[in-house]
């Protein structure tokens, strides 16, 4: 971002963020968060391969690649 | 004749192709035919697929001609909104980061729209990674709305709705996270749905908010929304959210919602923290006007009272831009979509992901992914993430006592009609998010919602909301498709009919931001 | 400082996060193949490669592997659980973030006990075993020896990415002192061989299927609180974890008693020297922005479902020695040899096969495990138990006496057959040819005259002497007991 584009997005946060901090008035202890809108559980799938994609269709968007696999450039960090 | 067949709805398309009285062909030559005549003003399509729409438009004539049982609405073209997955055509979420992005797998509506033999026309325009309201955060021009082509047709889901209330498709597919199908519908006239959350399938979707996400069905009326939902929903083993449950007969509905006296004794609940005060005269006068037809028709008006939804706007700006900062993450040149290497310093796979990302997104997509992995971070968990899902609780259990006294809630879809572009540029955002307070409680609650055309207000089309209990999608269309009829009755026409049909592109209309 | 000089003036406390790669035929989230080998990047739907659009669905075997796991140890079976996304940005995780379980895991507080070769016990308490997916696989390309750092580039194949995972994580365990390395090695060979009796994995750790990540931390006294801890990671098999532990160890004494710090990172373990190397600093400030999955909804299995798999659970380690030990009437010193020399599995399969427990025991652990030393091979691929039990059932059944069993034996495990061919092709049977073993006996008694009149005389013992010259003349194929009975009938007949 733009240095300019910086000081807006952190002045817009800034509205923003005051704003919407209004939801812990009424997020009290009693109330359990719900995240996800539909209550489902338990879905399952059975163990049995499907139609994976070919390698081709795999790599097909890939910036680089070099024998069936996605090259990136090197990776700093270890792990 | 292609002028009248672009006229027509998608009903009166289906059944005229299996009449026999012109050909699918036909029907897609023409819609392509008023694309080309239209778009490079309304802008309306990021890419449009004339061979392969034509393809299928021949094949589904060949085998409805070998007398081959077909869906009901083949033949009928529609258009995709550009955040849905479809192999082989390119797919781009109006992101310069997926710019030249061709998948190599079908969404599963894809897949659906494909199997029933409905030709694509194209892939519409779209806010960027559906981030906004005025289709203006595309990253590769805005869309014109065709009422005004001074003003946006609402967004996310702006070019499927332009698309629909321009005659360049009979039928759209958009979607809906806060409001971008049903308040684009309001801007132009024209009826879009959001469904109950999991009830039609998010595989193949490019993701935004995922627990927020749904598609939403668009075209000019009531009945062509519904035939289109009912094509699209239905259980899908390949998205854990998708609901089990049979899908409902929703033309049934619309056919049962125009008949005299279906709204007798149907209660329509006012919601108090959206009550028209606060939006602009022309809406509510048409917003009345179009109650006060109900109620002369025999539904019942009561008020209800939901205390969360003063918060909800806050809580889905928490929830919305946190589930999208992780979603997102995905976009960083390492796979597919745009690769950008730094202009100085070491080439490193961090490095290209950062260039990449500061290159490929706009500001309105960067804004959200700080804002929500500030929502998420440590120490910030419980204040923000957490408690607006607390606040998501809320919501719901406002609703579930506000449907103990009423069949369908009713709101202005939006506090005001399309608005002039460039407005976003130094306004306060949290002012703007504000339009959206009236559609993004249903998301949150996963409820299904429906806006169609109540009138006009200063020659603008005003978007009436309908919400209904999670599950009674159903509902939405019997009452919609009755409110539509006396709304066209007291007119003399439908709304969607008055939409101006020719457009200069005006050069001080021209959007500055994207 | 030496190990013995750290442990001594230094209380250790280990923590161990081991990763095991569950064996079902699909990956966590997505039906692509989870096998091992294959093309690049053949293994992958949408959802591996975390394509836009893409999304997860649970695998209902990996969840049963998972309880499993939870079950065998001890552990209690969470009655609702979720997952959870780990975010963080790395070229092998396709969605730069991992779908893991945080919260909510599926299996949590357990605990099992290991046994030290020398049989002490110790118990390890069980924090959580949770279920998540495994990330793709860089291979670095130029640079020096193909490592990351100077590395050109790298090639990243999302086989992998995908491939269910649980982790387990152990409370701090404490009071272990200089026996702290022999207790991380035995621990993770614990579980691996749970792993294999319950069926989850083949666990390999050469393969990769088991990982263990070790932490390590000292204190100046059991009393003191628990120190800043290290975790070392590229630990590959049960030496490299004694190495890594004895190491650290003496790493981070040499720090505290010189009045430094121990710095809080992640360490790589170096096979060619048992020496580990700073990693990435490691911070508990690395921020993962866990929130649940919503794309994922709750896990809640059934108590039944629970109760079945625990029902159907296969027996453990630890109980099958037992019982062994209660069958077969041995010590635990006995016990204990037998599996230190890995022989459990074809001993008992050669008392399955028909043999007594004495003698599949002194056939594997004696000649077997002889040979196999020599020829540097592994005992159970030079003879099966069928094998063995069919070579003790020939002698007894008088067919062979136990030195023509062992030229059988070696005949076997060169690979030449089973024991009865052997037996039958280098003619080592028992002779029970009646003309040619009374050859023998008159000839052994005409050339030993003096000793035919001692055993007139009522000297049994002196019948010996004449064995021998009879097993000559038999090549050792005469059946004992015969000979004997004929030496007898010629002399007092």
Not at chain 3, 90 to 118: C, M, V, W
Request: aromatic letters at 6%.
């Amino acid at each position: 971002m733009t240095s300019d584009e910086l000081e807006k997005t952190a002045e817009d946060l800034g509205r923003i963020l005051s704003s919407v901090a209004r939801v812990t008035e009424v997020a009290t202890d009693d109330v359990p968060a719900t995240s996800h809108p539909m209550p489902l559980t338990n879905v399952l799938r059975d163990d049995v391969v499907g139609t994976p994609l070919t390698a081709e269709q795999a790599l097909s968007g890939a910036p680089a690649s070099e024998d069936g696999k996605f090259l990136v450039p090197q990776i700093l960090g270890e792990d | 004749m292609s002028n009248d067949l672009t006229r027509l709805t998608a009903a009166q398309l289906s059944a005229g192709l299996r009449a026999g009285e012109y050909s699918s062909e036909d029907v897609t030559r023409a819609h392509l035919d008023r694309i080309e005549q239209t778009d490079s003003v309304l802008g309306s399509f990021l890419t449009v697929e004339p061979e392969q729409a034509l393809t299928t438009a021949r094949d589904v004539d060949s085998r409805r001609a070998a007398g081959e049982e077909l869906h009901p609405y083949a033949g009928v073209p529609v258009s995709v909104k550009d955040v849905v997955v479809t192999e082989g055509i390119r797919t781009t979420a109006a992101s310069r980061i997926l710019e030249d992005w061709i998948p190599p797998y079908d969404a599963t509506i894809s897949t659906r729209i494909k199997d029933a033999g409905l030709p694509i026309l194209g892939k519409t325009n779209m806010d960027e990674f559906a981030m906004g309201s005025t289709t203006e955060h595309s990253a590769f021009g805005p869309t014109r709305n065709p009422w005004d082509t001074t003003t946006v047709p609402g967004g996310s889901s702006g070019g499927a709705a332009a698309s629909a209330a321009a005659f360049q498709a009979p039928l759209a597919v958009g979607t809906d996270t806060g409001g971008s199908v049903r308040q684009p519908a309001a801007f132009t006239g024209t009826v879009g749905v959001k469904p109950t959350y999991g009830s039609i399938s998010r595989y193949g979707i490019i993701a935004m908010a995922s627990s927020l996400d749904q598609v939403g069905p668009m075209g000019r009326t009531v009945a062509d929304a519904a035939a289109l939902h009912q094509l699209l929903a239905g259980h899908d083993p390949k998205d854990s959210t998708s609901l089990s449950d049979p899908v409902p007969d929703f033309l049934a509905a619309v056919e049962a919602g125009a008949r005299d006296g279906s709204l007798t004794g149907k209660r329509l609940g006012v919601v108090k923290q959206l009550s028209a005060d606060d939006y602009d005269a022309g809406v509510r006068t048409a917003f009345t006007a179009a109650l006060d037809l109900a109620q002369a028709a025999g539904a019942q008006i009561v008020e209800v009272d939901l205390p969360s939804l003063s918060y909800a706007l806050d809580a889905y700006y928490l929830i919305m831009p946190s589930e999208a900062s992780s979603n997102l993450a995905r976009y960083d040149g390492m796979r597919f979509g745009l690769r950008v290497e730094p202009e100085s310093g070491p080439v490193t796979a961090e490095t290209v992901m950062a260039a990449t990302r500061a290159a490929g997104f706009g500001a309105e997509v960067k804004r959200r992914i700080l804002l929500g992995t500030y929502a998420l971070s440590a120490g910030y968990y419980d204040a923000f993430y957490g408690s607006a899902q607390k606040v998501r609780t809320l919501v719901q259990r406002d609703f579930a006592a506000a449907f103990e006294q009423a069949d369908v809630l009713v709101t202005p879809t939006a506090p005001t009609t399309a608005l002039p572009f460039g407005m976003e540029d130094d306004a306060d955002p949290m002012a703007l998010y504000l339009g959206d307070a009236a559609t993004i409680p249903a998301n949150l609650a996963g409820i299904p919602g429906m806006s169609l055309p109540a009138g006009l207000a200063d020659g603008m089309p005003v978007g009436f909301q309908l919400l209904a209990l999670a599950k009674q999608d159903a509902r939405l269309y019997e009452v919609g498709a009755a409110i539509e009829a006396l709304v066209s009755d007291a007119a003399g026409a439908p709304v969607w009919a008055g939409v101006p049909t020719e457009y200069a592109a005006d050069a001080a209309s021209t959007t500055t931001s994207a | 400082m030496k190990f013995t000089e750290a442990v001594a003036k230094y209380d250790p406390a280990l923590g161990i996060e081991v990763h095991v790669e569950l064996g079902t035929a699909t990956k966590m989230f997505d039906d692509a193949p989870n096998t091992f080998g294959g093309g690049a990047n053949e293994n992958t739907t949408p959802t591996s490669l975390g394509l836009p659009g893409s999304l997860p669905v649970v695998n209902r075997t990996a969840v049963e592997y998972a309880i499993r796991i939870g079950l065998a140890l001890g552990c209690e079976i969470a009655p609702t659980c979720r997952f959870a996304r780990k975010n963080y940005f790395y070229p092998d995780l396709a969605k730069n973030f991992q779908t893991s379980q945080s919260d909510e895991p599926i299996a949590h507080d357990g605990r099992i006990d290991i046994e030290l070769e020398d049989g002490t016990i110790v118990p390890v308490d069980i924090e959580r075993a949770h279920m998540e997916e495994d990330a793709g696989k860089n291979t670095h390309v130029g640079g020096s020896a193909g490592r990351i750092h100077g590395a050109d580039h790298s090639l990243v194949d999302y086989n992998r990415a995908g491939v269910p995972l649980v982790e387990i994580v152990t409370r701090p365990i404490t009071g272990v002192g200089e026996r702290a390395p022999e207790v991380a090695a035995a621990y993770v060979r614990t579980l691996r061989d749970i792993f294999r009796a319950i069926g989850v994995s083949e666990a390999r750790m050469e393969q990769g299927n088991v990982r263990a990540d070790i932490n390590v931390s000292l204190r100046p006294s059991p009393d003191a609180p628990l120190g800043t801890r290290t975790e070392t990671k590229n630990v590959n098999s049960f030496r490299s974890i004694d190495a890594a532990v004895r190491f650290e160890i003496a790493r981070q004494a040499d720090i505290l008693s010189s009045g430094g710090e121990v710095l809080q990172e992640t360490r790589h373990f170096h096979e060619a020297d048992g020496s580990t190397s700073s990693g990435r600093v490691k911070s508990d400030a690395d921020d993962y922005r866990y929130f649940p999955e919503p794309d994922l909804v709750p896990v809640a299995p059934s108590r039944e479902w629970v109760e079945e798999i625990r029902a159907n659970l296969p027996e453990l380690p630890a109980a099958r020695r037992r019982r062994l030990l209660d069958e077969w009437g041995i010590s635990d010193l006995e016990m204990r040899d037998i599996i230190n020399a890995g022989l459990l599995d074809p001993v008992e399969a050669t008392v399955v096969a028909g043999a007594k427990p004495d003698a599949a025991r002194k056939w594997w652990m004696g000649e077997i495990a002889r040979v196999a030393k020599q020829k540097d091979a592994e005992a159970a691929e030079l003879v099966s138990p069928e094998h063995v039990a069919q070579l003790q059932q020939l002698i007894d059944e008088g067919k062979l006496n136990d030195k023509l069993a062992r030229k059988v034996l070696a005949g076997v495990l060169d690979g030449r057959g089973a024991p009865a061919d052997v037996m039958e092709t280098d003619g080592l049977q028992i002779v029970e040819d009646t003309g040619a073993l009374e050859a023998a006996v008159d000839e052994a008694i005409a050339a030993n005259p003096d000793v035919v009149e001692k055993i007139k005389g009522g000297k049994m013992q002196a019948i010996g002497a004449l064995m021998g010259p009879i097993m000559k003349a038999t090549r050792g194929q005469a059946d004992a007991g015969k000979a004997r009975e004929l030496i007898l009938a010629r002399i007092n007949g």
